[in-house]
């Protein structure tokens, strides 16, 4: 491909250029002027900067249509549609973590420069075509990650949870670039379409190869927390501040599931009869382990952070499925997944007491006397989690489409089917034992006062529901968008998939 | 000169995943992942050898990326042995479920 000109290069980078000048403009506010706004100024500059970041993207996707990209940056619907959505959740964890900071007293700048920094990480990924690209794109969002979860420095838990996820994500980190040198060793190229055509034409160290498809499946599988590999999950979304913990389970796994699905789609795709019965084994051990642990728990974080692994299993069965259909499931998925994480995460900061006790069932007993909207919010993005038709909206044509994506890939996968919705069924035990406190126990009196929750952490919280019924009345505008955002590699249609051996 | 240079890159990798398996203390821990991260960084000048200077390229973007991660990870180590007195990880048990 012809090296593109400067200016067509930067507009195709433009949303991760916008989002680091925004962290660096909001690292300054947070040096200068009066001593009283800073951190507050500098939530602001980072909450437009994500606005402008989701604007940027929606304008990219429904301008002109789009140019072909380059061999180190994609310019599809699926980099533009998972930009928006990645930049809206930023917003949202700008928000979160800055009214949850104020509680516990320690709000300052560093950390919505932070979830910029995070966030440019992020939508890189969902644009990378070079394993260079991808490198950086998830070092970037790591690195950023591991300190947020240590911002607050006077929290014993916060820093065993950080230094617990600093290991375990460079130890894949590592996994991951091993098998980067050797899929390179093996192909001689660094981008994804290199590598899938000197992958199908026959590669000349098949051994190599193999090595390190099964090493960079291993280290992607850390990142988005697949059963065997997600033992880290549970004790760091717990010891995180929930506001960063819903950043986390929200926006960090969306990116690593958009850079899985493409380095499957465009690098991997002639190989599928090797990777494939692996991922299916993955998706079915994710999806039966997350709900299963989840059933156990009494800290609501640990509850939200094992189903945040289950949705990782579902996620994994649109991965196995391999066709558009595929893809446009786990966008669809995607956006519903973050509006009812991002949106049961806000109630939990709007209930903290700015300590960093632990959340338990109790905490949400009367919720319905004391926070009525909050409540119903809680109960609808949680239903949205479980997939109930109805009062769930969204989430219940989400896990449909993943079903139907899964029923008619080229090789059905009934098995996978099954075994969603029976665990989707399990799942019920512990959402509805989330909800039940809430509407049917009378309020507790707390130990320490919440003070009243405030209005941004409200509006989103009451937001994210708002979306999730009415994307639950007209999903068919949401499956439309997430047709469009299928990568590019599945535009041709099904004709990757025609390697499965039965 | 290639396959040999290969191997000892695997071998070290080896060692870097035993150590972060077996070790208790998180500076040797974070020493172990490093050494997994040069012997990738082996691996690749060995394989730019055969296949052109992109492998090259990979190791100065490992190296950056290596010491940046190291800031942060020596600054949540010193975090961890201020709030515990110790840097062993059999020994931060706060986060149980």
Redesign the interface.
């Known amino acids: 491909m012809n090296a593109p000109n400067v200016s067509g290069m930067l507009m195709l980078i433009l949303p991760e250029v916008v989002l680091s000048v925004g962290a660096m403009i909001t690292l300054l506010l947070g040096v200068s002027g009066a001593d009283a706004g800073r951190s507050h100024r500098a939530a602001m500059a980072a909450l437009a900067t994500a606005v402008v970041g989701v604007v940027l993207a929606i304008g990219m996707l429904t301008g002109a249509p789009l140019a072909p990209g380059t061999t180190f940056i994609a310019n599809d619907g699926f980099r533009w549609t998972l930009t928006a959505l990645l930049c809206a959740g930023t917003g949202a964890a700008v928000v979160l973590t800055e009214a949850y900071d104020r509680r516990a007293g320690v709000a300052r700048a560093e950390t919505p420069a932070l979830l910029l920094l995070a966030a440019t990480g992020m939508t890189l990924l969902t644009a990378a075509r070079d394993?260079?690209v991808v490198?950086?794109g998830i070092?970037l969002m790591s690195?950023a990650t591991?300190?947020l979860v240590?911002m607050h420095?006077t929290s014993?838990?916060a820093?065993?949870?950080?230094?617990?996820y600093?290991?375990l994500g460079?130890?894949s980190?590592?996994f991951l670039?091993?098998g980067?040198?050797?899929v390179?060793?093996a192909t001689?190229?660094?981008q994804l379409e290199g590598i899938g055509s000197a992958v199908a034409s026959g590669a000349k160290l098949p051994g190599l190869l193999m090595a390190g498809v099964a090493l960079m499946l291993v280290g992607l599988a850390f990142k988005v927390a697949a059963a065997p590999f997600h033992l880290w999950t549970?004790?760091v979304y717990?010891?995180a501040p929930t506001a960063v913990t819903g950043f986390m389970a929200a926006s960090v796994k969306a990116a690593a599931f958009a850079i899985f699905l493409r380095i499957t789609a465009e690098a991997f795709a002639p190989l599928l009869a090797d990777w494939h019965p692996v991922l299916w084994v993955l998706a079915a051990a994710t999806m039966v382990i997350g709900n299963v642990l989840a059933l156990?728990?009494?800290?609501i974080k640990?509850v939200l952070a094992y189903s945040s692994i289950a949705h990782a299993g579902y996620l994994l069965v649109a991965v196995v499925s391999f066709s558009a259909e595929g893809a446009t499931a786990l966008v669809f998925y995607l956006v519903a997944y973050t509006l009812a994480t991002m949106g049961a995460f806000a109630v939990l900061v709007a209930l903290s007491d700015g300590t960093d006790r632990p959340l338990v069932r109790q905490d949400l007993a009367g919720l319905r006397e004391r926070h009525p909207w909050l409540a119903l919010a809680f109960a609808v993005c949680v239903l949205s989690m479980l997939g109930f038709p109805l009062a769930g909206g969204v989430g219940f044509f989400a896990k449909w489409q993943v079903l139907q994506a899964a029923l008619q890939a080229s090789v059905p996968q009934q098995t996978l089917a099954i075994v969603l919705v029976l665990s989707s069924v399990v799942s019920g035990g512990y959402y509805l034992g989330l909800i039940a406190p809430a509407f049917m126990q009378s309020p507790v009196p707390a130990a320490r006062p919440i003070p009243a929750p405030p209005t941004g952490v409200r509006a989103i919280a009451i937001a994210c529901a708002v979306v999730v019924l009415v994307l639950g009345v007209l999903p068919s505008s949401l499956t439309r968008l997430a047709q469009r955002s299928a990568p590019s590699a599945f535009a041709g249609g099904p004709t990757v998939a025609t390697t499965i051996q039965p | 000169m290639i396959s040999e240079a290969l191997v000892v890159s695997a071998v070290l990798f080896v060692i870097g995943t035993i150590g972060v398996l077996t070790r208790k203390n998180a500076i040797v821990l974070f020493m172990c992942v490093e050494l997994m991260l040069n012997a990738v960084n082996l691996s690749f000048v060995a394989l730019s050898k055969l296949h052109g200077n992109a492998g090259q390229v990979f190791v100065i973007l490992v190296m950056t990326v290596a010491a940046a991660e190291a800031a942060i990870g020596l600054a949540l180590v010193i975090a961890v042995f201020r709030h515990f007195g110790t840097v062993d990880l059999s020994s931060l048990r706060l986060l149980k479920g």
């Open positions: 394993l260079m490198f950086l070092e690195l591991y300190v240590a420095r014993a838990r820093a065993e949870a950080a230094v617990k600093f290991l460079a130890f980190t590592a670039l091993y980067i040198a050797l390179y060793g001689g190229s660094m549970p004790d717990d010891g156990g728990q009494q800290q640990r």
